[in-house]
Protein backbone atom coordinates (compact mmCIF):
# COMPACT_ATOMS: atom_id res chain seq x y z
CA UNK A 1 0.00 0.00 0.00
CA UNK A 2 3.00 2.77 0.93
CA UNK A 3 6.52 3.07 0.09
CA UNK A 4 9.03 4.07 2.70
CA UNK A 5 12.19 6.27 1.48
CA UNK A 6 13.52 9.94 1.96
CA UNK A 7 11.28 12.65 0.66
CA UNK A 8 12.66 14.21 -3.45
CA UNK A 9 13.12 17.68 -4.20
CA UNK A 10 10.12 17.47 -6.32
CA UNK A 11 8.33 16.84 -3.18
CA UNK A 12 6.03 19.42 -1.54
CA UNK A 13 7.58 18.51 2.09
CA UNK A 14 9.17 21.50 3.84
CA UNK A 15 12.83 22.09 3.35
CA UNK A 16 15.52 20.94 5.42
CA UNK A 17 15.53 22.58 8.80
CA UNK A 18 19.23 24.06 10.17
CA UNK A 19 19.51 24.01 14.47
CA UNK A 20 21.34 26.55 15.80
CA UNK A 21 24.66 27.23 14.65
CA UNK A 22 24.66 24.28 12.12
CA UNK A 23 24.39 21.82 15.47
CA UNK A 24 21.36 19.36 14.18
CA UNK A 25 19.83 19.08 10.62
CA UNK A 26 16.43 18.07 10.90
CA UNK A 27 15.18 16.15 7.60
CA UNK A 28 11.39 14.80 6.74
CA UNK A 29 11.32 11.21 5.56
CA UNK A 30 8.28 10.36 3.29
CA UNK A 31 5.91 10.77 5.44
CA UNK A 32 6.45 14.15 6.13
CA UNK A 33 5.67 14.57 10.34
CA UNK A 34 8.49 11.94 10.92
CA UNK A 35 11.79 14.04 10.88
CA UNK A 36 15.45 12.20 10.56
CA UNK A 37 17.96 14.37 12.79
CA UNK A 38 21.43 14.39 12.19
CA UNK A 39 23.36 16.14 14.94
CA UNK A 40 27.16 17.08 14.42
CA UNK A 41 29.77 15.17 15.57
CA UNK A 42 33.16 16.21 16.80
CA UNK A 43 35.60 13.33 16.39
CA UNK A 44 39.60 13.03 16.69
CA UNK A 45 41.71 10.02 17.51
CA UNK A 46 40.19 10.10 20.98
CA UNK A 47 36.72 9.45 20.11
CA UNK A 48 33.39 11.50 19.80
CA UNK A 49 31.21 13.40 20.90
CA UNK A 50 27.42 15.01 19.97
CA UNK A 51 25.02 16.25 21.55
CA UNK A 52 21.96 13.57 21.44
CA UNK A 53 19.24 16.76 22.81
CA UNK A 54 19.73 20.64 23.08
CA UNK A 55 16.10 22.22 23.91
CA UNK A 56 17.81 25.40 22.70
CA UNK A 57 18.40 23.56 19.27
CA UNK A 58 15.34 21.62 19.42
CA UNK A 59 13.17 24.66 19.98
CA UNK A 60 15.38 26.44 16.86
CA UNK A 61 14.07 23.72 14.37
CA UNK A 62 10.61 23.18 15.97
CA UNK A 63 10.52 20.12 17.78
CA UNK A 64 9.64 18.75 21.19
CA UNK A 65 11.87 20.31 24.09
CA UNK A 66 9.64 18.77 26.52
CA UNK A 67 9.98 14.71 27.48
CA UNK A 68 8.30 12.51 30.05
CA UNK A 69 10.56 9.53 29.91
CA UNK A 70 13.64 7.96 28.73
CA UNK A 71 13.91 4.37 27.55
CA UNK A 72 16.16 2.14 27.26
CA UNK A 73 16.10 -1.26 25.79
CA UNK A 74 18.51 -4.60 24.52
CA UNK A 75 17.77 -6.43 22.06
CA UNK A 76 19.98 -9.53 19.57
CA UNK A 77 19.75 -9.79 16.32
CA UNK A 78 16.53 -10.35 14.68
CA UNK A 79 14.01 -9.10 17.77
CA UNK A 80 11.33 -7.35 16.24
CA UNK A 81 9.94 -4.87 18.76
CA UNK A 82 6.62 -3.74 17.31
CA UNK A 83 4.48 -2.59 16.20
CA UNK A 84 3.62 -0.11 18.97
CA UNK A 85 1.63 2.93 20.18
CA UNK A 86 -0.72 4.33 22.74
CA UNK A 87 -3.94 5.03 21.92
CA UNK A 88 -5.44 7.59 24.70
CA UNK A 89 -2.11 9.01 25.43
CA UNK A 90 -0.21 8.97 22.80
CA UNK A 91 3.50 9.31 22.62
CA UNK A 92 5.98 11.34 20.48
CA UNK A 93 9.03 9.24 20.59
CA UNK A 94 12.89 10.67 19.70
CA UNK A 95 14.23 7.37 18.92
CA UNK A 96 18.22 6.54 18.49
CA UNK A 97 20.93 3.89 18.45
CA UNK A 98 23.65 4.25 20.96
CA UNK A 99 25.39 0.78 19.96
CA UNK A 100 24.65 -1.93 16.83
CA UNK A 101 22.20 -0.90 13.84
CA UNK A 102 18.32 -1.51 13.67
CA UNK A 103 15.68 -0.98 10.72
CA UNK A 104 13.27 1.89 12.20
CA UNK A 105 9.66 2.08 11.03
CA UNK A 106 6.91 4.63 11.57
CA UNK A 107 3.03 4.02 10.50
CA UNK A 108 0.91 6.83 9.98
CA UNK A 109 -2.34 5.59 12.42
CA UNK A 110 -4.36 9.03 11.54
CA UNK A 111 -7.66 7.90 10.20
CA UNK A 112 -7.87 11.48 9.30
CA UNK A 113 -4.67 11.90 7.35
CA UNK A 114 -4.27 11.43 3.65
CA UNK A 115 -0.87 9.06 4.41
CA UNK A 116 -3.51 6.62 6.85
CA UNK A 117 -1.83 3.02 6.91
CA UNK A 118 1.48 4.46 4.93
CA UNK A 119 5.03 3.69 6.23
CA UNK A 120 8.36 4.77 6.50
CA UNK A 121 11.97 3.56 7.53
CA UNK A 122 15.57 4.58 8.15
CA UNK A 123 18.70 2.66 8.82
CA UNK A 124 19.64 4.10 12.54
CA UNK A 125 22.85 3.32 14.51
CA UNK A 126 26.15 4.13 16.36
CA UNK A 127 27.85 4.68 13.11
CA UNK A 128 25.76 7.01 11.41
CA UNK A 129 24.46 8.45 14.50
CA UNK A 130 20.90 9.30 13.02
CA UNK A 131 17.88 9.79 15.38
CA UNK A 132 13.98 10.07 14.47
CA UNK A 133 11.45 12.10 15.76
CA UNK A 134 8.15 10.42 15.47
CA UNK A 135 4.91 11.91 16.52
CA UNK A 136 2.18 11.42 18.35
CA UNK A 137 -0.62 9.60 16.23
CA UNK A 138 2.24 6.97 14.38
CA UNK A 139 3.28 3.16 15.24
CA UNK A 140 6.44 2.68 15.68
CA UNK A 141 9.05 -0.65 15.61
CA UNK A 142 12.20 -1.87 14.65
CA UNK A 143 13.61 -4.70 13.82
CA UNK A 144 17.62 -5.22 15.00
CA UNK A 145 20.26 -6.06 12.08
CA UNK A 146 23.51 -6.29 14.40
CA UNK A 147 24.78 -8.71 16.89
CA UNK A 148 23.19 -6.81 19.92
CA UNK A 149 21.33 -3.46 19.37
CA UNK A 150 21.49 -0.83 22.50
CA UNK A 151 17.71 1.51 21.66
CA UNK A 152 17.45 4.65 23.45
CA UNK A 153 14.30 6.80 23.22
CA UNK A 154 12.53 10.31 25.02
CA UNK A 155 8.61 10.09 25.38
CA UNK A 156 6.69 13.02 25.43
CA UNK A 157 3.98 11.62 27.38
CA UNK A 158 4.42 8.33 29.87
CA UNK A 159 4.05 5.23 29.50
CA UNK A 160 0.07 3.85 30.14
CA UNK A 161 -0.42 0.24 30.35
CA UNK A 162 -4.38 0.54 29.66
CA UNK A 163 -3.56 2.60 26.32
CA UNK A 164 -1.30 0.54 25.12
CA UNK A 165 -1.89 -1.60 21.76
CA UNK A 166 0.41 -3.79 19.17
CA UNK A 167 -0.06 -3.12 15.23
CA UNK A 168 0.36 -6.59 12.86
CA UNK A 169 4.36 -6.32 11.66
CA UNK A 170 3.78 -8.14 8.39
CA UNK A 171 0.39 -6.65 7.65
CA UNK A 172 0.09 -6.97 3.80
CA UNK A 173 -2.49 -3.57 3.84
CA UNK A 174 0.63 -1.54 5.48
CA UNK A 175 3.47 -3.45 3.20
CA UNK A 176 6.63 -3.03 5.27
CA UNK A 177 9.56 -4.05 3.40
CA UNK A 178 11.46 -5.48 6.90
CA UNK A 179 15.03 -6.15 5.81
CA UNK A 180 14.60 -9.70 6.85
CA UNK A 181 17.63 -11.31 4.08
CA UNK A 182 20.02 -8.96 6.57
CA UNK A 183 19.02 -11.34 9.78
CA UNK A 184 19.00 -15.11 7.83
CA UNK A 185 15.63 -15.61 8.86
CA UNK A 186 11.75 -15.24 10.33
CA UNK A 187 12.08 -12.46 13.15
CA UNK A 188 12.04 -12.88 16.78
CA UNK A 189 8.83 -11.75 18.05
CA UNK A 190 7.26 -10.95 21.80
CA UNK A 191 3.73 -12.69 22.11
CA UNK A 192 1.72 -9.36 21.95
CA UNK A 193 3.30 -8.81 18.85
CA UNK A 194 2.70 -12.04 16.90
CA UNK A 195 -0.91 -11.95 17.89
CA UNK A 196 -1.20 -8.27 17.14
CA UNK A 197 -4.51 -7.42 15.09
CA UNK A 198 -3.97 -5.78 11.04
CA UNK A 199 -4.95 -2.32 10.53
CA UNK A 200 -8.30 -3.31 9.18
CA UNK A 201 -9.22 -4.34 13.00
CA UNK A 202 -7.00 -1.96 14.72
CA UNK A 203 -7.97 1.15 16.76
CA UNK A 204 -6.61 3.52 15.52
CA UNK A 205 -6.47 7.47 15.89
CA UNK A 206 -9.29 9.68 14.78
Known sequence: MATAGMATADTAFPPVLRGVKGRLEATPLALPEVWRLTPRVFGDDRGFFLETFN?????????????AQDNHSR?????????????????GKLVRVSRGAVFDVA???????????RWTGAVLSDQNQHMLWI?????????????????CYKCTT????????????????????WP???IGGPPQLAGKDRDAPRLAEAEVFP
Open 180 to 182: LAE
Open 135 to 151: PPGFAHGFLVLSEEADF
Open 107 to 117: VDLRRSSPRFG
Open 75 to 91: SVRGVLRGLHYQLHHPQ
Open 158 to 177: LWHPPSDRSLRWDDPEIGID
Open 55 to 67: AAVFAAAGLPVDW
